[in-house]
């Protein structure tokens, strides 16, 4: 994968652009006069990121737009809860302030965004993505994306992002040293309405979840494990959630014991 930046950089953007070349283990390249399209054919993947002054893009052959940072509907909701309103997701897994949150599919970090407003300052949201180039761009957007509001902004900030895989990650932690778990896996079956998660199907890790996986989640869990998937998912009953209907999509809750 090639690296590059704008037409006309700052010194700053070529570091930035250096530096994403090593985190995705890809080949940084000077724009000079290249075009996109001229760049996307010297790479092997046929895929170039890009540094711009606003944000880090990718270009690639899945897609006709680039591929940037943006917290879509995430916002939406965050503005209703600073209007006093509920979101489902902080209600079933039971969130409260200072909760410690471990997003394992972290994805654009749309729910890690909403988990990290309802946790508040003292709260703090570890999201894990395991794809590189994914986790690179994501990274850079939550630290640099300016929402318009102070306290998304803040909430964004504080979000921890970690390139790992989640089952290798959770055998680590000790049992009960977390307080929610969430899962939200790239759906079986998907919600064609959906336009945030299309950009994500060709970049994103679309493993399913499994047993082992959901165990030591809920060893590790002190008050809920949490999974979101389409309403209509066998996946709920395999991996022993209760399932709970929300539009059109359905969670699936685990509350431990005592929680």
């Given amino acids: 994968?090639?690296?590059?930046?704008?037409?006309?950089?700052?010194?700053?953007?070529?570091?930035?652009?250096?530096?994403?070349?090593?985190?995705?283990?890809g080949q940084f390249v000077p724009r000079e006069k290249h075009s996109i399209q001229k760049l996307k054919e010297q790479s092997a993947e046929g895929a170039v990121i890009v540094v711009t002054e606003k944000e880090?893009?990718?270009?690639?052959?899945?897609?006709?737009?680039?591929?940037?940072?943006?917290?879509?509907?995430?916002?939406?909701?965050?503005?209703?809860?600073?209007?006093?309103?509920?979101?489902?997701?902080?209600?079933?897994?039971?969130?409260?302030?200072?909760?410690h949150i471990i997003d394992c599919t972290a994805g654009l970090c749309g729910d890690s965004l909403v988990f990290s407003f309802g946790a508040g300052r003292e709260g703090k949201v570890t999201a894990l993505e395991s794809e590189p180039v994914l986790c690179a761009l994501v990274r850079d957007g939550l630290a640099s994306y300016r929402s318009g509001e102070a306290d998304i902004d803040e909430a964004m900030?504080?979000?921890?992002?970690?390139?790992?895989?989640?089952?290798?990650?959770?055998?680590?932690?000790?049992?009960?040293?977390?307080?929610?778990?969430?899962?939200?896996?790239?759906?079986?079956?998907?919600?064609?309405?959906?336009?945030?998660?299309?950009?994500?199907?060709?970049?994103?890790?679309?493993?399913?979840?499994?047993?082992?996986?959901?165990?030591?989640?809920?060893?590790?869990?002190?008050?809920?494990v949490i999974m979101k998937e389409n309403n209509f998912s066998d996946q709920f009953e395999q991996l022993g959630f209760k399932k709970i209907s929300h539009a059109k999509i359905g969670y699936g809750v685990i509350h431990i014991d005592g929680a």
């Fill in 1 to 25: 994968m090639i690296v590059t930046t704008a037409v006309k950089p700052t010194e700053a953007h070529i570091a930035k652009a250096q530096q994403l070349a090593r985190e995705v283990g």
């Fill in 56 to 99: 880090v893009r990718l270009f690639d052959a899945h897609r006709a737009q680039p591929f940037f940072f943006h917290p879509s509907m995430a916002l939406v909701r965050v503005k209703r809860l600073l209007k006093g309103e509920q979101d489902p997701l902080l209600v079933l897994s039971k969130c409260e302030q200072g909760d």
């Fill in 157 to 224: 900030r504080r979000i921890e992002l970690q390139c790992t895989e989640h089952l290798q990650f959770l055998k680590k932690l000790p049992d009960k040293s977390t307080d929610i778990i969430y899962f939200d896996p790239m759906f079986r079956q998907p919600v064609h309405e959906s336009s945030s998660m299309k950009p994500l199907r060709t970049i994103a890790n679309a493993s399913p979840l499994t047993i082992e996986v959901i165990r030591e989640a809920t060893r590790v869990a002190r008050k809920t």
